[in-house]
């Protein structure tokens, strides 16, 4: 087998490879940076609460928080139950993403040399 063709086999498998890690990529919009807080407990904005009291403080809680990172600060929000299942999905999906993104990158790397080298191979 010719070298141009070999590069060319290996080239088609690389497409191949790249285009099935696209495919099992989780939606841009079914992901969440964050991370879940179980069991938390919090005083809130209300001065005048409970948990406020300077002699017997009584936190709110225990509850689950969603900590979401943003550019600026950590934003904690609070995770209605039935929400967490899909909050925890939404978590691992990036943990997913970065992972793929780790992979496309090896490979797209492999797909530019090739695509180089066989740009220059001639006829
Ligand atoms: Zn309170």
Same mark, same amino acid.
């Given at each position: 087998?010719?070298?141009?063709?070999?590069? /060319? @086999?290996?080239?088609?498998?690389?497409? +191949?490879?790249? &285009?099935?890690?696209? !495919?099992?990529? %989780?939606?841009?919009?079914?992901?969440?940076?964050?991370?879940?807080?179980? /069991? @938390?407990?919090?005083?809130?904005?209300? +001065?005048?609460? &409970?948990?406020?009291? !300077?002699?017997? %403080?009584?936190p709110h809680g225990p509850k689950t928080h969603l900590s979401l990172r943003s550019d600026k600060k950590k934003k904690n929000i609070y995770l209605k139950k039935e929400r967490i299942s899909?909050?925890?999905?939404?978590?691992?999906?990036?943990?997913?993403?970065?992972?793929?993104?780790?992979?496309?990158?090896?490979?797209?790397?492999?797909?530019?040399?090739?695509?180089?080298?066989?740009?220059?191979?001639?006829?």
């Amino acid at each position: 087998m010719s070298n141009k063709k070999n590069k /060319n @086999l290996i080239l088609e498998s690389l497409l +191949k490879k790249q &285009k099935k890690i696209i !495919e099992s990529m %989780p939606e841009m919009n079914d992901f969440i940076i964050g991370t879940i807080q179980n /069991n @938390l407990f919090f005083r809130c904005g209300n +001065k005048n609460c &409970k948990c406020h009291d !300077e002699k017997n %403080p009584q936190p709110h809680g225990p509850k689950t928080h969603l900590s979401l990172r943003s550019d600026k600060k950590k934003k904690n929000i609070y995770l209605k139950k039935e929400r967490i299942s899909d909050i925890r999905k939404f978590i691992k999906n990036y943990d997913a993403l970065w992972i793929s993104m780790l992979k496309l990158s090896l490979i797209n790397y492999e797909i530019y040399s090739l695509e180089k080298e066989l740009s220059l191979i001639k006829k």
